[in-house]
């Protein structure tokens, strides 16, 4: 069973710029989340998707992030304008619904410099 | 906010040692799990208990569950250099998944 993918896995920008994040949840999973996960620290959830409807999206700075979940499968988290604390690894993730395990993508690396 | 609490953040063990790595919590829970992150990898996960569930084992690993003092502990057997890594507990609260700091176990060869 493939896994969580995500893309790309590296990016660099400068601040003010914006960059955006895709993710390809294990098929067949319902929920779907992205987490924020500065070094050292533990993950942070910005929003979390079941389906294509938003559950959670209490902690995304709205004013700067926005993600959506086109048909309930892939998604795409975006940042504009970016600004240095926002250097982070983000990560995707994926369970069949909100009980269950969840799987996490190998994340994509944000630096804002 | 994160909802769970790992305690200690860092622990230095040698191989063949036990590793003990607790997690408290806030508020009541669904169920609670344990991943694992490897440096610069996602997380993985290793065991979930259910809140009326006191004990869970999985090879190596043991995790409790104490619902009243609202804490949780993963136990580490006989631990090996490649158990090295970040430990995070997970608490379900029934919207989402909420994680702590994590604990960084280093397991000295």
């Known amino acids: 069973e493939a896994g969580v993918a995500q893309s790309p896995r590296y990016k660099i920008i400068e601040k003010r710029q914006s960059v955006a994040f895709w993710c390809n949840p294990i098929s067949g999973h319902a929920t779907l989340y992205w987490y924020q996960q500065i070094l050292g620290q533990g993950p942070k959830l910005l929003i979390q998707f079941q389906n294509n409807g938003v559950v959670d999206d209490s902690q995304l700075p709205k004013d700067r992030f926005s993600a959506e979940r086109l048909k309930g499968v892939d998604s795409t988290l975006k940042i504009q304008p970016a600004k240095l604390e926002d250097s982070a690894v983000y990560l995707c993730?994926?369970?069949?619904?909100?009980?269950?395990?969840?799987?996490f993508g190998e994340g994509s690396w944000l630096t804002v410099v | 906010s994160q909802q769970g609490e790992e305690d200690p953040q860092a622990l230095s063990i040698q191989e063949g040692e036990n590793a003990t790595m607790n997690c408290s919590y806030k508020t009541s829970i669904n169920n609670l799990q344990w991943y694992r992150q490897n440096s610069g990898r996602g997380l993985v996960h290793l065991i979930l208990?259910?809140?009326?569930?006191r004990e869970k084992h999985s090879g190596r690993l043991r995790v409790t569950l104490d619902t009243s003092k609202k804490s949780s502990s993963l136990l580490i057997t006989a631990s090996r250099a490649a158990d090295t890594a970040s430990y995070f507990c997970a608490t379900d609260a029934g919207n989402d998944m909420r994680f702590g700091a994590g604990t960084r176990l280093t397991v000295k060869p």
């Open positions: 208990i259910r809140s009326n569930e």
């Open positions: 993730a994926s369970s069949p619904d909100r009980v269950h395990t969840i799987y």
